[in-house]
Nanobody
């Protein structure tokens, strides 16, 4: 199983991006999917969480500006981010846990927010 993150880029403050995490194989193997990010010089931090049952949660820093969603037919999880701020800059990683408790990480996609 592989997780392939994409969709990062450079945007101005206030802009939007939609990140994608494509799962090789079936997304139905995964009990939950998460997005994390790592800013330069900082530790990786939680961003958003989605379970197979539809539960979602968000870090306070992105709550109200971000939406995590799944498209099962495409074996893909998305993270849509709006009203982006410079502090949202970092490498974004997708992460998944299967129902038999195996953990997988994607390779990361760079998001840069600057004017």
């Amino acid at each position: 199983v592989q997780l392939q993150a994409s969709g990062g880029g450079s945007v101005q403050p206030g802009g939007s991006l939609r990140l994608s995490c494509a799962v090789s194989g079936s997304i139905f193997r995964f009990a939950d999917m998460r997005w994390y990010r790592q800013a330069p010089g900082k530790q990786r931090e939680f961003v958003a969480h989605s379970t197979s049952g539809g539960f979602t949660s968000y870090a306070d820093a992105v709550k109200g500006r971000s939406t995590i969603s799944r498209e099962n037919a495409k074996n893909t999880v998305y993270l849509e981010m709006n009203s982006l701020k410079p502090e949202d800059t970092g490498v974004y990683y997708c992460n998944g846990h299967t129902f038999n408790d195996h953990e997988f990480w994607g390779q990361g996609t760079q998001v840069t927010v600057s004017s």
